[in-house]
């Protein structure tokens, strides 16, 4: 199990319980557990609604999509059943806040997970954890049958004449899986490959009921908005991106980790100041701010503000909160060779642009980090990833195509410096040169 890494800066509201035990479900309730549900439950759907929408609490998945207006689009009357779904499956390279969450405060998944439901009056929850995250899904197991032993599930709960019951599901280990409409393919039994949309999970999702997906650590957000209050909480953050995030910081820093800190804290801070800076006396040369999905940025772009719209901004992404730090002894050929590599193992094969592109970026990075690049290769792989971004059926093919194009565009020296049968600059150095390639 993780180590807990802690700053000064961090405001601890999601991680507020980690350490202290509140995986068993006494010590949670101790933790003021549970309480947010019975306070959700006299507001009624509606105040719970207006709460979410108050806090400006986004979407902690990926995408920020304000998670208050998510759940108002769920129709109020349905003739099939309405279902709330968590989002475990967090398979997202450089990113590993939500096993911290499950490890160490899983209740509040399923406390938030409840809440979400009675908001949009659904009465059937799935928590669906990673297939690779076994021994959370064990933690999560034994939290629904505490749950359910002091009857906080189930029928009639807290004696407010509310059925809702809460199931757990684990995946079988696909990157894929966490694209929701695959989700709910996977959750209902068939192969995790996504859905046309139009319709939406809100209208039509699981077994075609109106469905609500969270990510994990959205909903372990939401117990603390329902007692803090919305604006308490939007106040922690800045202008329309509401509390805290999760950061996962990994690569060339000196203390790597999972930090709570305000959306809008400053990127170099988090990297000079909470993470330590980069070790060895090294330089920085790019982030990679929210999971390997995202346009890098280099090093003259990291005083920005890390919040949805400052990001967007910027030409990158907040995503999933993945933090990854590169130092200047980083072969950024090798780095793209080795993303690509993951999309190109992880796509679904449904669709030809992602299944191709991947396949030819591959190659082509192959190819051209062994020193067998040609100069066109250079716009080509652009063409490649141009031709990917918004021309696959889900979100995926845009996930693989655009950090190639950020790389290519940012840092195209150093794909000239590979060519013409030049041995990787990079070769040399023993930190590199020891870093596996995936193959298949
Ligand atoms: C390929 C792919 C993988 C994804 N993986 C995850 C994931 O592991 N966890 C997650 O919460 N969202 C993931 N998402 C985003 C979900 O589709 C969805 O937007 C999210 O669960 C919504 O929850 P939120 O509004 O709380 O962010 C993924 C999206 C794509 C396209
Ligand atoms: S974009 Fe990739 S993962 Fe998504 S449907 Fe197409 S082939 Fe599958």
């Excluded at 003739?79 to 096993?99: H, Q």
């Excluded at 020193?371 to 971004?389: E, Q, S």
């Excluded at 150093?414 to 930190?431: K, Q, S, T, V």
Aim: aromatic share 8%.
């Amino acid at each position: 199990m993780a180590t807990l890494v802690s700053h000064p800066d961090e405001v601890k509201i999601v991680t507020s319980r980690f350490g202290k035990g509140a995986a068993n479900i006494d010590r949670y309730i101790e933790l003021d557990g549970y309480k947010a549900v019975k306070k959700a439950l006299e507001m009624g759907a509606d105040a719970i609604i207006q709460e979410m929408k108050t806090s400006n609490l986004r979407g902690r998945g990926g995408a920020g999509f304000p998670t208050g207006m998510k759940w108002s689009f769920v129709p109020k009357e349905s003739a099939k059943p309405k279902y709330v779904l968590c989002n475990g499956d967090e398979s997202e390279p450089g990113t590993c806040k939500d096993r911290l969450i499950f490890e160490h405060d899983p209740h509040a998944v399923i406390e938030g997970a409840m809440i979400a439901a009675i908001a949009v009056g659904a009465h059937k929850v799935y928590i669906y954890v990673r297939g690779e995250y076994r021994v959370l899904l064990e933690i999560v197991q034994k939290a629904i049958a505490e749950a359910y032993a002091k009857g906080f599930c189930g029928k009639n709960i807290f004696g407010s004449g509310y059925d809702l019951d809460v199931y757990w599901h684990g995946g079988a280990g696909a990157y894929e899986v966490g694209e929701e409409s695959a989700l709910m393919e996977s959750l209902e039994g068939k192969r995790g490959i996504p859905r046309i949309r139009p319709p939406f999970p809100a209208v039509v999702g699981l077994w075609g009921g109106p469905t609500v997906i969270n990510n994990a650590e959205t909903l372990a957000s939401v117990p603390h908005i329902i007692l803090m209050g919305g604006q308490k909480y939007a106040d922690v953050g800045v202008p329309r991106n509401g509390g805290t995030r999760l950061f996962c910081l990994s690569g060339h820093v000196a203390k790597p980790g999972v930090y709570e800190l305000p959306l809008g804290y400053n990127l170099k801070k988090l990297i000079y100041e909470v993470a330590g800076g980069i070790p060895k006396g090294h330089k920085l040369k790019a982030v990679v701010p929210g999971g390997s999905s995202v346009p890098c940025l280099t090093a003259d772009e990291v005083d920005i503000a890390l919040d949805f719209d400052s990001m967007m901004k910027a030409g990158t992404f907040l995503g999933s909160g993945g933090v990854i730090v590169l130092d200047d002894h980083t072969c950024i050929v090798k780095f793209a060779l080795r993303t690509i590599k993951f999309y190109r193992h992880e796509s679904c094969g449904w669709c030809i642009p992602c299944r191709e592109g991947t396949d030819w970026l591959d190659k082509t990075l192959t190819r051209f980090h062994n020193g067998g690049g040609v100069a066109k290769d250079i716009d080509n792989m652009k063409y490649l990833a141009d031709n990917m971004l918004g021309r696959t059926f889900c979100p995926l093919g845009d996930a693989a195509a655009m950090p190639i194009q950020g790389f290519v565009k940012k840092f195209r020296a150093e794909f000239e410096a590979h060519l013409d049968g030049r041995p990787c600059p990079f070769a040399e150095h023993p930190a590199i040169s020891a870093l596996p390639v995936l193959s298949h």
